[in-house]
């Protein structure tokens, strides 16, 4: 497979974003939420002071019960403190039905970004990044980046408790506030150690993770040739080295998370045990009722758990960050492809011309060009073929036009226009592309066909489908139209599929159409029985072919001969036979043996 292990090295696009640019990013999606965050505060208020008022009334209770311990007196209490958790639960739940709504919005969004970033995104995008870890991007960042909110809400309630139980515990004992405050500095501090390795770690664990995505998703989808080749051991043992790298790092963080608690809580034990002497000292001399030394206890656990989560939240919230920061860069990746205008073409004539390009896969392109200073042009209804060796540049010439790539120098016209200016969307709209291996959708033969025209009517299909090779093949089809190709069209053969992509693409009705050796894995009986397909998909529209077979060559009007990037011949058929130069060589060394299994084909017929 050629699985490189680098799931801790970051992605070219990633960035360095500082907290307060990914809060502020954060609070951009919340804004939206503004009507549900208010719900979301007010009961986090009300909440605090429920959950407050609950040992002050104990408290209270306590100093009052040993002047008159009545069994009545004690319903009372019970039923005042059981309306009071009846209360907080219900504003409880208000707060996380209201809460897990705003943030499934957000999330929601968020991930509708992160997802129509990747559908923007160029090929040159995808050919340097394994799509699996974008997937972990869009998938799993924005899923832990929810959790993360979640935990924030929880923490606004806490610190509000915090405050609110501060400031009732000075009205009763101003001395044990302070010994109690003495010590926050210290869980604070502790906790504030653990950030920066925490941000780290958790940057690395998603990465790794995402590594793995990507090694499992190149594996499945090429399972038939790792088994064709006998490399299932192979495999599984990159594999087992990618998840060594996924365990280790999460070893880590989780270690890193686990081991702040002991310390936080070690602190926590002795704040404890000062304020269980000193109150205990304060309570002998009669300076504090016991009902004020049981709120003070009763108080610790609402004062440390919160004050402890404050400090670990900062370590916490690094996860939320590590992960919005990840789809923030998804996000703000800068395509290479970069349109300066979005003009309408009405109509489309389909004339190109290629002045002065250069264009290289590399950046920074240095000296590796595919092509330099190339300049071609095709009339507008020219069907022009693209011959050459492997790395010629014919792919590469298709792919220009179809504006998948930018390329670095000169200029594009179509109609006389910038390929640059041109609303890419609409431009797209009119041309056709038919690869070597065409892309099928799981689903009906009819839903492919009509893949490129939605809103194209079942008789339209029909008629496209029938007019393609004649219609014969749809009687190899078990269910006719209904049938379903499966997953990248395994139900079908290699031909049924070329047929697909072709009534997918005359459905269509492009201006231009590239044919990418289109018939390059079909065998010469299957290609005679498609060809009619091909000439009626070719007919009064400018086609570029691109094709090793000399069928879909030698009716071009014009033959272009590659070598290198630069145009070494140019002619029809025939005239480049006659000059006995590399046309010649190519066809009496490889296109001759293809006529004679074409002609045989036709023959068979």
Known sequence: ?????????????????????????????????????????????????????????????????QANPAPAALLAIGGLIMLLGTVSWLLNAARQRFSAEAVGDVVLNMREDAFDAVMQRDLSFYDAFPSGKIVSRVNSDTQAFSQVITLTMDLMSRVLLIVLLIAYLFTVSARLTLILLGLAPFIIVAALAFRAIARTTITESRRVNASVSAHIQETISGIGVAKTFRREQSIYDEFLDVNQQSFLVTRRTRFVFSSIFPVLNVIAGIGTAALVYFGGLAVRSGTLSAGSWFLF???????????????????????????????????????????????????????????????????????????QDFALHIRAGETLALVGHTGSGKSSIGKLIARFYEFQAGRILIDGRDIRTLDLPAYRARLGIVTQSPFLLDGTVMENIRYGRPDATDAEVIAVAAAVGGGDWLDSLPQGL???????????????????????????????????????????????????????VLEHRTAIVIAHRLSTVRHADRIIVLRKGAIIEEGDHELLLARGGHYAELYNTYFRHQSLEYIEGIAAL
């Open 1 to 65: 497979m050629g699985f490189l292990m680098d799931g801790l090295d970051p992605e070219e696009y990633d960035r360095t974003y500082t907290d307060g640019q990914l809060v502020a990013r954060i609070l951009g999606y919340f804004r939206p939420q503004a009507p549900k965050m208010a719900v979301v505060a007010v009961a986090i208020v009300l909440t605090s002071l429920v959950d407050m008022t609950v040992p002050i009334v104990i408290s209270r209770s306590l100093d009052q019960l």
């Open 297 to 371: 206890i009763q108080g610790l656990a609402l004062f440390w758990f919160p004050l402890t989560s404050i400090a670990s939240f900062w370590s916490q919230f690094q996860i939320g960050l590590a992960a919005g920061e990840r789809v923030f860069a998804l996000i703000d990746a800068e395509p290479k492809v970069v349109q300066s205008d979005h003009e309408q073409l009405p109509t489309m004539r389909g004339e190109i011309e290629f002045d002065a390009v250069s264009f290289s896969y590399a950046e920074p392109p240095t000296a590796n060009w595919v092509l």
């Open 482 to 536: 209904a049938t379903q190709v499966g997953e990248r069209g395994a139900n079908l053969s290699m031909g049924q599929r070329q047929i697909v992509a072709l009534a997918r693409v005359l459905l269509q009705d492009p201006a231009i159409v590239i044919l990418d050796e289109a018939t390059a894995s079909i065998d010469p009986l299957t290609e005679t029985l498609i060809q009619e397909g091909l000439d009626l």
